[in-house]
């Protein structure tokens, strides 16, 4: 059956002369629209894509990197870390291989190597004029490391001049223990004021930079005197600040994975012979990842 706009508009042609609707003239229209009010969401934040687990059976594939690993910034809070988010499901029980760096070494024997720092190390790390020791009073470590893809791998260390020595021996039995650590180099500047994306794992010294959640106080790093050993697997943490921020997983020590410190252990055994102090003994804090030379 014809609508009544069908048989309003057939009437109205009739009277104009009896034209065709098709008729080329024109002819008066009725146009209705309706009138909608659009409300603007948020676009939501970029999250982790969780893959398709790999082969198991390919080594290649078992240790490699999720390819959005670094790459989505989290939002900025109070305390100037990022925003905690929970730990994707590639990372809770997390055994990567370190990023392409240095040359890997030619035998499984451990090996180091220490001099002054070159200029082209220098250059790249976060050394600036305002850091609180210079740059003659540090020392370049090159040594081997263990990775969980089950390979040596040659790390780097910018550490003080008076602990190089003694930092390399403590090293040197975590090697021999196949303890695996994902990476070891020099931070570098651009990483350090790069917005935070909850996910770094650098074992590292040297890092010019304030204590986490203090403004206005240099941390141990900043001298050379503190080393930071797989940081996602053994966190930072207290009350509402973690760092890295994506780490919520490794809150749990009771759940045990490899990478992870605890006392006793291989790595908190080679610093205590050294004299160093363990962030996992503090109190009101834990920083599980954190060994320093005069306390702090």
């Known amino acids: 059956m014809p609508s009544r706009l069908a048989l309003l508009t057939l009437a109205a042609a009739v009277a104009l002369g009896g034209c065709s ?41 078992l240790y490699a990197r999720p390819i959005w690993l670094g790459t989505i910034p989290l939002a900025i809070q109070e305390d100037n870390l990022g925003q905690r988010k929970p730990t994707p499901e590639e990372l809770q029980d997390r055994q990567l291989a370190p990023r392409p760096w240095l040359p890997d070494p ?49 790390g780097e260390m910018l550490i003080h001049r008076d602990r190089a020595e003694e930092v390399v021996g403590a090293f040197e039995k975590i090697y021999d223990a196949r303890f695996p650590i994902e ?60 760092f890295p921020e994506l780490a919520e997983s490794y809150k749990d020590r009771e759940w045990k994975r490899d990478g992870m ?15 160093w102090t363990w962030g996992g003994h503090w109190d009101g804090r834990e920083d599980w990842m954190h060994f320093s030379a005069e306390g702090g």
């Not at 008066?28 to 934040?45: D, R």
């Not at 605890?262 to 004299?275: C, M």
Request: glycine residues 4%; proline residues 10%.
């Open 261 to 275: 410190i605890y006392d006793p252990s291989v790595v908190y055994d080679a610093f205590e012979e050294i004299g």
């Open 106 to 154: 030619e035998s499984e024997e451990f090996a180091y190597e220490i001099t002054e720092v070159p200029d082209d190390v220098a250059a790249r790390s976060s050394w600036r004029r305002e850091c609180p020791i210079g740059l003659d009073e540090l020392r370049y470590i090159t040594m081997t490391y263990w990775g969980f893809d089950q390979e040596p791998h040659t």
């Open 21 to 61: 609707v098709l008729s080329p003239s024109p002819t008066p229209t009725v146009t209705v629209e309706a009138v909608t009010t659009a409300t603007a969401t948020p676009e939501p934040e970029p999250e982790p894509v969780v893959s398709e687990q790999p082969d198991r059976d390919d080594h290649d594939d």
């Open 183 to 242: 990476e070891m180099r020099v931070i570098s500047l651009e990483e350090h004021l790069s917005p935070p994306t909850g996910d770094q794992n650098v074992t590292s010294a040297f890092w010019c930079r304030r204590v986490v959640g203090a403004a206005t106080v240099w941390s141990e790093h900043s001298k050379g005197l503190a080393v930071d050993i797989n940081p996602f697997h053994n966190p930072y943490y207290k009350g509402e600040e973690l």
